[in-house]
């Protein structure tokens, strides 16, 4: 007798076969990609192919053509972005998104929302200022008088407090002194110990590899290779041609 088969579990969020355009530029074709509970994905391209917009098309900020995003299941497509982020999607965009004219406090008293019943105990201001002590220095700076990685961290944090259960960061690190990329990766590697999903999007191959559970590589809007790390690593003709390291 065959031993039955086990069914794979509904994927926390699912992109099926995106087409996406800015008008008449076709940027997405047909992408797939399936994000379970807990899982960390690092999402891998050179410039222009298609990582922003397959995370706005994941998040409701740009309808595709074709195609369907599901959360647990459910299509979700087409959904107002706030909808889909009360369903538990936290997104960090590139550039972060921090109210600029705002304290530091303001800014998380702001994103503070209680874990979902049931969940694990969650985010509130107190935690996310331990893991930022910087942020704690700095309660009563309004957003635009932080450093770039203080920003980040405050964007990272706002995200947090609002008890997600995916965590999407665009290029967190870009443009950072390598000190505070640090201390970014190490909270990265912190949310994924937390059982939190993630989905990040970054151009270090090192940082990203050590933390995804799953690397998907975007060329010109196609998945071109989705699979563990250390495939990816072992394959130097495959890092020099998607990735140009
Ligand atoms: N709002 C927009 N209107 C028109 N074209 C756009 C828009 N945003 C992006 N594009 C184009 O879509 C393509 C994909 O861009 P996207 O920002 O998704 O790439 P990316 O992989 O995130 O790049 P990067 O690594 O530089 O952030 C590029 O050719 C870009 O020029
Ligand atoms: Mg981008």
Redesign the pocket.
């Known amino acids: 007798m065959k031993a039955p088969q086990a069914t794979p579990p509904v994927p926390l969020l699912e992109g099926r076969g995106l087409d996406t355009y800015?008008?008449q530029?076709h940027?997405l074709r047909g992408v797939s990609l399936r994000i379970a509970a807990g899982e960390a994905i690092g999402l891998m391209?050179?410039?222009?192919?298609?990582?922003?917009?397959?995370i706005?098309t994941l998040v409701g900020l740009v309808r595709p053509r074709a195609g369907a995003v599901l959360f647990e299941g459910e299509d979700i497509t087409g959904l107002p972005t706030f909808a889909i982020a009360r369903r538990g999607i936290a997104y960090v965009p590139?550039g972060r998104g921090i109210f600029a004219s705002l304290s530091v406090a303001e800014n998380l008293a702001i994103a503070a929302r209680p874990a979902q019943a049931g969940a694990a105990p969650g985010w509130s201001v107190a935690r996310v200022l331990e893991i930022f002590p910087r942020l704690a220095d700095r309660l009563g700076h309004r957003g635009d008088a932080l450093s770039g990685g203080e920003q980040q961290m405050l964007a990272i944090a706002r995200a947090l407090l609002s008890n997600p259960r995916l965590i999407i960061l665009?290029?967190a690190t870009e443009g950072l002194a390598p000190i505070v990329r640090d201390e970014i990766w190490k909270t990265v590697a912190l949310i994924r110990s937390t059982g939190m999903a993630t989905l990040l999007?970054d151009?270090t191959v090192a940082a990203v590899t050590a933390v995804a559970d799953r690397i998907v590589i975007?060329v010109k809007?196609e998945v071109v290779f989705a699979d563990t790390p250390d495939r990816l690593t072992a394959d130097p003709q495959l890092l020099h041609r998607h990735l140009g390291v």
Do not use: A, F, I, Q
């Open positions: 800015y008008g530029s940027v391209g050179r410039n222009g192919m298609g990582k922003t917009t397959l706005r590139e665009d290029e999007v151009k975007l809007g």
